[in-house]
């Protein structure tokens, strides 16, 4: 089963060791019913288990007593102490429904729910429960299981023919040891690995390791996050007790419905402020995810979780798919930090005024200091308790060697991890697999092993068919040659403008892929070396002309060499502003035919450095032979009398004509880009970057020079600054602000000048930070001072997305402004609202245009959801 990206998966992974004997039964609630996944703890092993869905369980203990705990949320706890010999001990449990007491909390001030005094908190420890664990150890399963419901008709011949079916379920399972090491330190080892197909994926998502202690979890806001309140509304619902704890149970329901909120049920532990359990909902782009969590308390020192289950169900392009995970954990070890109290006692100041003034009171006239009464264990307000948190991870940051690293894992796989036998599996489980997760595992052995023969008798390994086929010339395919080199026949493809007519692209490529282990640290990645080359032929129909490129490419992690050379057509902007296959459809169904192009004989050669985590250069050198071109062909589907084509000849207001003679350029760039507070994530010692943890500061230079018979003299200095600012879930700003100049000495053609991303057509292709949406192409193009200044504002909740049913269908809404200042531009402003995520898939613009001012025009625009992706690959 290939990677699932679960958002909230807080999946943990395990192993149980098999001895003679054990416990083994039913679970029932008082009415007689089973209870599935009910959730099995053993105190002396620190261990979890769960029951089935027909509420039976198994679990496999060396000879020895044993206190075995049964847990259900809704129903009373359960303990049974247990002699266990050399055999199964058989029980039966019957659980009777939780009594919940109302009277357990007292409200001493206002009307104020008696939740928010035991969330305020919660909320004031949680930052405490992340610092409180030095380093613990665990071992942990988990069981992923995955059906797909259904599919859209066109797609069923493609899936069938892969193996993929309704009634198919895809199932993986996986044993690992962890290590946590405070702060921010996970290591996983895999000692065993069950899957079908060739996957080789064990760790479920980068939420391996999430807490609800956190702010925020997979871009949901916690429910002990500082700014839950601002987020959620929270009702008591009760007191009970589980074992010798009082346990609150709160609803939580969010403030505004959507997606990146929960909404359910938390359960605190009394006086220890703490998860007891939890029971919540949350949706990630109309995927609906249900999270039940158990926690108990090790060694009597901290509450972490024991079992945990996922259900995510979800519907996207006509594909509808189920999914649920079960993690189980054992053998806890664990090393508290010796710098923070074990006992306190937490005071809300803001209903609890009179103790709260009392304890400053006490305190202030004994002159004790907070953290003595922290070691010994007194009274402390929230205010209190935020403040030596806050006070302590700042000391913590100061010291560390490498404070950018924000978090760092290791991940290895065991070389027998997926050599283990079903002897083993069935004494590692700590649920026994379903008939149905059974078959599932049997049908996918049959299709793995069928595809593993079809490709041992096959030395030509195509990605779709059994060798080279005829037809693979005008559908295209992709060939294995060797084990790090393939061949690709890319799908022809091509459009229609009117200087080519219609056109056809043909391309071919060759991989090349080194890869080369450290002997030293055989655990870092291995360094990756790739060499691509690729012949480009384009044939013009109406021109009947011929032309073509040459690329070759070559890449580490941090280097990046290109050459590329030929005779090919090119938008005057580089940028290419217009994408061909929207050009297409404005020229034949509009007669806009708004693409601009000439043509240029070339030899490009670029290189691009990271030359350190925080600094990368690049530098780019062109000599070309440029060429004017007209139209070749006056072809259109719809023929509208007042309009007619224009010219192959962009509008400037700054050049009179934009007409040239043949001429040569020789033309260099060096640029720079910086990310000066660029925070990474560690990964097997690989550095990983945090996505607008810094500002992009970029600095270009580019020159055009008189040697080699060029044409052409002059000089350019870009400067720019691009940043990314998260308000939690309610809203992302995003800032564009560029600004450069030309120097004096001038010899260019209108190709050299400073272009902008404007646009004439319904649809937007390109970012839509830093483009314009009404913008003429080339009107205000440049050769003197300009700047550009790009707003865009992502907003959870506005208008139309106060409508709870909106803002579940995924949709939000964007706030932006587009400025740009050149000599001719006259203050050109742009003011825009737009509709994002209609259908998941799509973004709707509305945009008004100003001239000093003055209004100039409106337009509405199409483009692809923000949250997909704002370009299109050629």
């Given at each position: 089963?290939?990677?699932?990206?679960?958002?909230?998966?807080?999946?943990?992974?395990?192993?149980f060791?098999?001895?003679?004997?054990?416990?083994?039964?039913?679970?029932?609630g008082?009415?007689?019913?089973?209870?599935a996944?009910?959730?099995?703890?053993?105190?002396?092993?620190?261990?979890?288990?769960?029951?089935?869905?027909?509420?039976?369980?198994?679990?496999?203990?060396?000879?020895?007593?044993?206190?075995?705990?049964?847990?259900?949320l809704?129903?009373?706890?359960?303990?049974?102490?247990?002699?266990?010999?050399?055999?199964?001990?058989?029980?039966?449990?019957?659980?009777?429904?939780?009594?919940?007491?109302?009277?357990?909390?007292?409200?001493?001030?206002?009307?104020?729910?008696?939740?928010?005094?035991?969330?305020?908190?919660?909320?004031?420890?949680?930052?405490?429960?992340?610092?409180?664990?030095?380093?613990?150890?665990?071992?942990?399963?988990?069981?992923?299981?995955?059906?797909?419901?259904?599919?859209?008709?066109?797609?069923?011949?493609?899936?069938?023919?892969?193996?993929?079916?309704?009634?198919?379920?895809?199932?993986?399972?996986?044993?690992?040891?962890?290590?946590?090491?405070?702060?921010?330190k996970?290591?996983?080892?895999?000692?065993?690995?069950?899957?079908?197909?060739?996957?080789?994926?064990?760790?479920?998502?980068?939420?391996?390791?999430?807490?609800?202690?956190e702010?925020?979890?997979?871009?949901?806001?916690?429910?002990?996050?500082?700014?839950?309140?601002?987020?959620?509304?929270?009702?008591?619902?009760?007191?009970?007790?589980?074992?010798?704890?009082?346990?609150?149970?709160?609803?939580?329901t969010?403030?505004?419905?959507?997606?990146?909120?929960?909404?359910?049920?938390?359960?605190?532990v009394?006086?220890?402020?703490?998860?007891?359990?939890?029971?919540l909902?949350?949706?990630?782009?109309?995927?609906?995810?249900?999270?039940?969590?158990?926690?108990?308390?090790?060694?009597d020192?901290?509450?972490?979780?024991?079992?945990?289950?996922?259900?995510?169900?979800?519907?996207?392009?006509?594909?509808?798919?189920?999914?649920?995970?079960?993690?189980?954990?054992?053998?806890?070890?664990?090393?508290?930090?010796?710098a923070?109290?074990?006992?306190?006692?937490?005071?809300?100041?803001?209903?609890?005024?009179?103790?709260?003034?009392?304890?400053?009171?006490?305190?202030?006239?004994?002159g004790?200091?907070?953290q003595?009464?922290?070691?010994?264990?007194?009274?402390?307000?929230?205010?209190?308790?935020?403040?030596?948190?806050?006070?302590?991870?700042?000391?913590?940051?100061?010291?560390?060697?490498?404070?950018?690293?924000?978090?760092?894992?290791?991940?290895?796989?065991?070389?027998?991890?997926?050599?283990?036998?079903?002897?083993?599996?069935?004494?590692?489980?700590?649920?026994?697999?379903?008939k149905?997760?059974?078959?599932?595992?049997?049908?996918?052995?049959s299709?793995?092993?069928?595809?593993?023969?079809?490709?041992?008798?096959?030395?030509?390994?195509?990605?779709?068919?059994?060798?080279?086929?005829?037809?693979?010339?005008?559908?295209?395919?992709?060939?294995?040659?060797?084990?790090?080199?393939?061949?690709?026949?890319?799908?022809?493809?091509?459009?229609?403008?009117?200087?080519?007519?219609?056109?056809?692209?043909?391309?071919?490529?060759?991989?090349?892929?080194?890869?080369?282990?450290?002997?030293?640290?055989?655990?870092?990645?291995?360094?990756?070396?790739?060499?691509?080359?690729?012949?480009?032929?384009?044939?013009?129909?109406?021109r009947?002309?011929?032309?073509?490129?040459?690329?070759?490419?070559?890449?580490?992690?941090?280097?990046?060499?290109?050459?590329?050379?030929?005779?090919?057509?090119?938008?005057?902007?580089?940028?290419?502003?217009?994408?061909?296959?929207?050009?297409?459809?404005?020229?034949?169904?509009?007669?806009?035919?708004?693409?601009?192009?000439?043509?240029?004989?070339?030899?490009?050669?670029?290189w691009?450095?990271?030359?350190?985590?925080?600094?990368?250069?690049?530098?780019?050198?062109?000599?070309?032979?440029?060429?004017?071109?007209?139209?070749?062909?006056?072809?259109?589907?719809?023929?509208?009398?007042?309009?007619?084509?224009?010219?192959?000849?962009?509008v400037?207001?700054?050049?009179?004509?934009?007409?040239?003679?043949?001429?040569?350029?020789?033309?260099?760039v060096?640029?720079?880009?910086?990310?000066?507070?660029?925070?990474?994530?560690?990964?097997?010692?690989?550095?990983?970057?945090?996505?607008?943890?810094?500002?992009?500061?970029?600095?270009?230079?580019?020159?055009?020079?008189?040697?080699?018979?060029?044409?052409?003299?002059?000089?350019?200095?870009?400067?720019?600054?691009?940043?990314?600012?998260?308000?939690?879930i309610?809203?992302?700003?995003?800032?564009?602000?560029?600004?450069?100049?030309?120097?004096?000495?001038?010899r260019?053609?209108f190709?050299?000048?400073?272009?902008?991303?404007?646009?004439?057509?319904?649809?937007?292709?390109?970012?839509?930070?830093?483009s314009f949406?009404?913008?003429?192409?080339?009107?205000?193009?440049?050769?003197?001072?300009?700047?550009?200044?790009?707003?865009?504002?992502?907003?959870?909740?506005?208008?139309?997305?106060?409508?709870?049913?909106?803002?579940?269908?995924?949709?939000?809404?964007?706030?932006?402004?587009?400025?740009?200042?050149?000599?001719?531009?006259?203050?050109y402003?742009?003011?825009?609202?737009?509709?994002?995520?209609?259908?998941?898939v799509?973004?709707?613009?509305?945009?008004?245009?100003?001239?000093?001012?003055?209004?100039?025009?409106?337009?509405?625009?199409?483009?692809?959801?923000?949250?997909?992706?704002?370009?299109?690959?050629?």
């Amino acid at each position: 089963m290939k990677k699932t990206p679960w958002i909230l998966l807080l999946a943990l992974t395990s192993s149980f060791a098999a001895f003679a004997g054990g416990v083994r039964g039913t679970i029932r609630g008082d009415d007689g019913n089973p209870l599935a996944f009910a959730t099995i703890y053993v105190r002396q092993t620190e261990s979890g288990a769960v029951s089935d869905a027909d509420g039976n369980f198994e679990v496999t203990l060396a000879p020895g007593h044993y206190d075995i705990v049964f847990h259900y949320l809704g129903f009373e706890t359960y303990s049974q102490a247990v002699d266990v010999g050399t055999d199964f001990i058989s029980l039966k449990i019957a659980l009777k429904a939780q009594v919940i007491q109302l009277q357990a909390v007292t409200v001493k001030a206002g009307k104020e729910d008696p939740a928010y005094t035991i969330m305020r908190k919660a909320i004031a420890k949680a930052k405490y429960h992340t610092q409180q664990i030095d380093k613990y150890t665990a071992k942990v399963y988990i069981k992923g299981k995955g059906q797909l419901k259904d599919y859209p008709w066109l797609a069923k011949k493609a899936l069938e023919k892969e193996g993929i079916t309704k009634d198919r379920v895809f199932i993986q399972e996986s044993v690992s040891e962890i290590t946590y090491t405070r702060p921010n330190k996970f290591d996983e080892k895999v000692i065993a690995v069950y899957t079908n197909g060739n996957s080789r994926n064990t760790s479920p998502n980068a939420y391996v390791f999430g807490s609800l202690y956190e702010p925020e979890i997979g871009e949901t806001v916690s429910p002990l996050s500082p700014k839950a309140f601002s987020y959620y509304r929270f009702t008591y619902e009760g007191t009970f007790k589980d074992r010798t704890y009082y346990i609150s149970k709160i609803k939580v329901t969010p403030r505004s419905k959507g997606d990146n909120v929960f909404d359910g049920t938390i359960y605190i532990v009394e006086d220890w402020w703490s998860i007891h359990s939890t029971d919540l909902n949350v949706t990630k782009l109309g995927i609906k995810f249900h999270v039940k969590q158990i926690y108990n308390p090790i060694e009597d020192k901290a509450w972490l979780p024991v079992s945990q289950q996922f259900y995510v169900e979800g519907r996207i392009f006509g594909f509808e798919f189920v999914a649920d995970y079960l993690a189980t954990v054992k053998d806890y070890k664990i090393t508290l930090n010796p710098a923070l109290p074990m006992e306190m006692t937490v005071i809300d100041e803001t209903v609890q005024k009179e103790q709260a003034k009392q304890v400053e009171k006490k305190y202030s006239k004994k002159g004790q200091q907070l953290q003595e009464r922290l070691e010994a264990g007194k009274e402390v307000t929230r205010k209190e308790l935020n403040q030596m948190t806050r006070e302590y991870e700042k000391a913590e940051r100061e010291e560390q060697k490498a404070p950018e690293v924000i978090e760092e894992t290791t991940f290895k796989v065991d070389s027998m991890a997926y050599k283990k036998d079903s002897t083993f599996w069935s004494e590692m489980r700590p649920v026994q697999l379903t008939k149905e997760e059974v078959r599932g595992y049997k049908v996918n052995d049959s299709i793995s092993e069928v595809q593993k023969r079809r490709e041992e008798g096959d030395s030509l390994k195509p990605s779709k068919n059994k060798g080279f086929q005829p037809w693979d010339i005008l559908i295209g395919d992709r060939y294995k040659l060797g084990k790090t080199s393939n061949l690709e026949i890319h799908t022809p493809w091509g459009g229609f403008n009117t200087v080519e007519g219609w056109n056809l692209i043909y391309r071919m490529s060759f991989y090349k892929r080194w890869v080369k282990k450290d002997s030293l640290n055989p655990d870092l990645r291995p360094k990756t070396y790739r060499l691509q080359i690729s012949p480009i032929a384009r044939y013009a129909f109406s021109r009947k002309v011929l032309s073509g490129i040459m690329r070759v490419d070559f890449r580490t992690q941090t280097r990046r060499f290109t050459l590329e050379g030929g005779k090919y057509i090119h938008q005057y902007n580089g940028d290419e502003p217009i994408h061909p296959l929207v050009n297409t459809l404005t020229t034949l169904f509009l007669e806009d035919n708004l693409m601009k192009l000439y043509e240029r004989e070339y030899v490009d050669f670029r290189w691009r450095e990271q030359v350190s985590k925080f600094v990368t250069t690049y530098t780019q050198w062109t000599w070309s032979h440029r060429s004017e071109l007209a139209n070749a062909s006056s072809i259109t589907w719809v023929d509208y009398k007042e309009k007619d084509y224009t010219p192959n000849a962009p509008v400037n207001a700054e050049l009179g004509s934009t007409s040239f003679q043949p001429n040569n350029a020789f033309v260099g760039v060096i640029g720079i880009e910086a990310r000066p507070w660029q925070k990474f994530r560690m990964r097997n010692g690989n550095r990983q970057r945090v996505s607008n943890s810094s500002p992009l500061l970029t600095a270009e230079y580019r020159r055009g020079f008189g040697a080699l018979n060029s044409d052409v003299s002059f000089e350019m200095l870009e400067l720019g600054v691009r940043q990314q600012v998260k308000f939690g879930i309610r809203g992302t700003l995003d800032v564009l602000v560029k600004g450069g100049t030309f120097f004096s000495g001038q010899r260019m053609f209108f190709m050299d000048y400073k272009h902008f991303l404007g646009n004439k057509t319904p649809f937007v292709t390109t970012d839509p930070v830093g483009s314009f949406r009404l913008l003429d192409y080339y009107a205000y193009s440049t050769h003197d001072k300009y700047f550009t200044a790009n707003v865009h504002y992502h907003l959870r909740k506005f208008l139309i997305t106060r409508i709870t049913y909106v803002r579940l269908a995924g949709i939000t809404e964007n706030l932006f402004v587009n400025y740009l200042a050149s000599p001719t531009s006259n203050n050109y402003t742009e003011l825009g609202y737009g509709l994002d995520g209609i259908l998941r898939v799509f973004r709707l613009e509305f945009a008004t245009a100003f001239q000093q001012g003055t209004y100039q025009a409106m337009g509405f625009r199409i483009g692809i959801s923000s949250s997909l992706g704002s370009t299109f690959d050629d």
